[in-house]
Nanobody, 115 residues
């Protein structure tokens, strides 16, 4: 069983920064890609950013390019998302995703950006 636990969400003013973390635990073997998704009230869950196992290749949604940075530390089994220049439209629950043949999800962490 694989468990993902997000942390680091909170309330911040527009233009501010937050850093999210996702701790991975459980039985998992081999390499796996990871990513962040978010879901705003009344909207579908959407892709935010992803990172390959080596950490060299990353992907970002157009809406966060230049503002968010995804990274990972495989030795610590942890995924990160540094969010800068936050906007009110970034308000959502942020979910950590791990893809290893199947998708695993965390419980989510709330990010609220006030105007």
């Amino acid at each position: 069983q694989v468990h993902l636990v997000e942390s680091g969400g909170g309330l911040v003013q527009a233009g501010g920064s937050l850093s999210l973390s996702c701790a991975v635990s459980g039985r998992i073997f081999g390499s796996y890609d990871m990513g962040w998704y978010r879901q705003a009230p009344g909207k579908e869950r959407e892709f935010v950013a992803a990172i390959r196992w080596t950490g060299v290749t990353t992907y970002n949604a157009d809406s966060v390019k230049g503002r968010f940075t995804i990274s990972r530390d495989n030795a610590k089994n942890t995924l990160y998302l540094q969010m800068n220049s936050l906007k009110p439209e970034d308000t959502a629950i942020y979910y950590c995703n791990l893809r290893a043949g199947t998708d695993y999800w965390g419980q989510g962490t709330q990010v609220t950006v006030s105007s």
